[in-house]
């Protein structure tokens, strides 16, 4: 069966400093995988997604950005976090099509301070 | 872009009341997902609609499409504890496009 690992759980950075959050994926080849942000009480905001190696598309222009060094990882960086960057930032994959659903790690719950 | 609109933002209930969250298109949509995220948790896959006019139903919940494909709703008849946490319908073009959920709110 397919899992989806996410890491940290939570994380407390101080402005300015690097980032980097981890996903793979297990169980599935040549997945999608999207990460998304999610402030408190609030939606789903698409930041990068990807089809494929090195194919990432970003969604919103900002602070971070996204890599896909392997077909099952998907990783969220930052030179340099700002107070914004601070919410709950989920990984998910889907296979492809546009029938499949979305499959989403635990959640990385970031504090910028 | 394709959006989709979710309503209410809110919901408030007495355990043991009904719950009803809507989404609706501007344009037709190929299908529709619900997703349930508990407080503190990630969203997790409930239901794919993909016929006009489907109904589907999982014990308690009752997933609608329209038959235009425009609009869905969920509804769930006399609310649990359990079903507390935010409620998200998304619609597929090629990735998934989000509505903003709907968060089920039990009154003490």
């Known amino acids: 069966s397919q899992t989806i690992h996410q890491w940290p759980a939570t994380l407390v950075q101080p402005v300015g400093s690097p980032l980097s959050l981890e996903c793979t994926v297990e169980?599935?080849?040549?997945?999608?995988l999207y990460w998304y942000r999610q402030a408190a009480g609030r939606g789903l905001q698409l930041l990068f997604y990807?089809?494929?190696?090195?194919?990432i598309s970003s969604e919103v222009p900002q602070n971070l950005s996204a890599s896909r060094p392997q077909d099952r990882q998907f990783i969220l960086s930052s030179k340099k976090l700002l107070l914004s960057d601070s919410g709950f930032y989920l990984c998910?994959?889907?296979?492809?099509?546009?029938?499949?659903?979305?499959?989403f790690g635990q959640g990385t719950r970031l504090t910028v301070v | 872009g394709q959006q989709v609109m979710q309503i209410p933002q809110y919901q408030h209930v007495q355990e043991g009341e009904d719950f009803t969250t809507y989404c609706n298109s501007s344009?037709?949509?190929?299908?529709i997902q619900w997703y349930k995220q508990r407080p503190g948790g990630h969203p997790v896959f409930l239901i794919q609609?993909?016929?006009s006019g489907e109904v589907k139903k999982q014990k308690r919940l009752t997933f609608q499409f329209g038959e235009a494909k425009k609009n869905s709703s969920l509804h769930i008849t006399a609310t649990q504890t359990t079903d507390v946490g935010t409620y998200f319908c998304?619609?597929?073009?090629?990735?998934?496009?989000w509505g903003a959920g709907t968060k089920l709110i039990i009154k003490p």
């Open positions: 998304a619609a597929t073009n090629y990735q998934l496009i």
């Open positions: 344009t037709t949509l190929s299908n």
């Open positions: 609609l993909v016929k």
């Open positions: 169980g599935t080849s040549n997945p999608n």
């Open positions: 990807s089809v494929g190696i090195g194919q």
């Open positions: 998910a994959w889907s296979g492809r099509g546009q029938w499949t659903e979305a499959f």
